[in-house]
C-alpha cells in the first residue's frame, strides 16, 4: 500500500497560481463556455467566510446558462478537510456546489 502522502502537492502554489488539474479543468470550462453551457467563470473569484479566520476559495466561481452561479471546487485526491468545508459552505451560503474529481476517463461531478 502507498503512502497517503505520496499524493500530496509539495506545497501550495501563489494565490492566483493553478495546478494542473485546475488547468486542465478551465479547459473544460472554456469548451463549455464556446458551447453555451456556461455564461462565465474566473479562477478563485470569489472568498467565502465559514467562522472567524476561516475561509473558503472555491477554486473557480461559474455563471451556468441558467443564471445560477455555482462555485466549483477541482481536486485529484479529497482530503477530509476539504470535503468538509465545502460542506460547510452549501449550507451557509445559496449557490450551487460542485465538486469536481479528475479520473482517468475525464471529470466526475458531485453536488453539495
Aim: proline share 3%.
Amino acid at each position: 500500500m502507498m503512502p497517503r502522502n505520496r499524493f500530496l502537492a509539495l506545497g501550495r502554489l501563489k494565490t492566483g497560481t493553478m495546478n494542473k488539474t485546475e488547468g486542465a479543468y478551465e479547459q473544460l470550462l472554456d469548451l463549455r463556455q464556446r458551447a453555451g453551457e456556461i455564461l462565465w467563470h474566473k479562477f478563485e473569484g470569489i472568498k467565502l467566510r465559514l467562522a472567524d479566520k476561516t475561509f473558503y476559495t472555491p477554486d473557480f466561481a461559474v455563471l451556468a446558462a441558467d443564471g445560477v452561479l455555482e462555485l466549483h471546487e477541482v481536486k485529484g485526491v479529497w482530503l477530509d478537510d476539504a470535503r468538509v468545508k465545502i460542506k460547510v459552505a452549501a449550507d451557509m451560503y445559496p449557490f450551487r456546489f460542485i465538486a469536481a474529481k479528475k479520473t482517468k476517463d475525464g471529470w466526475e461531478e458531485e453536488a453539495f
